[in-house]
């Protein structure tokens, strides 16, 4: 079992920053994936960000690549997304996600095992 909080969403102005983090418990943080998801109303979840169980392998959602930045820390059991250049339409729910079964990085949302309760990024004008 895995537990997952994630913090850091708020409002921002198109063009500004924001971090979001999401802190795990309950396994081995080191030893598995992770990734970011996003969804905004009306619409599917999309896949934005993962990184591999080390650290050393990322991938991205062309929407995002250059802007965003997913990382880990493993001393603290956290990943994180750096988000600049922030757009009207990244607006969305953020979720963090497990995938306790690979250590590899993957878009594939049925890839991922446990999710967080998501946090609100909210984009103006």
């Known amino acids: 079992q895995v537990q997952l909080v994630e913090s850091g969403g708020g409002l921002v102005q198109a063009g500004g920053s924001l971090r979001l983090s999401c802190v795990a418990s309950?396994?081995?943080?080191?030893?598995?994936?992770m990734g970011w998801f996003r969804q905004a109303p009306g619409k599917e979840r999309e896949f934005v960000a993962a990184i591999s169980a080390s650290g050393s392998s990322t991938v991205y959602a062309d929407s995002v690549k250059g802007r965003f930045t997913i990382s880990r820390d493993n001393a603290k059991n956290t990943v994180y997304l750096q988000m600049n250049s922030l757009k009207l339409e990244d607006t969305a729910v953020y979720y963090c996600?497990?995938?306790?079964?690979?250590?590899?990085?993957?878009?594939?949302?049925?890839?991922?095992?446990?999710w967080g309760q998501g946090t609100q990024v909210t984009v103006s004008s």
């Open positions: 996600a497990a995938n306790v079964r690979s250590p590899s990085a993957s878009r594939r949302s049925a890839a991922y095992d446990y």
């Open positions: 309950g396994r081995i943080f080191s030893s598995y994936a």
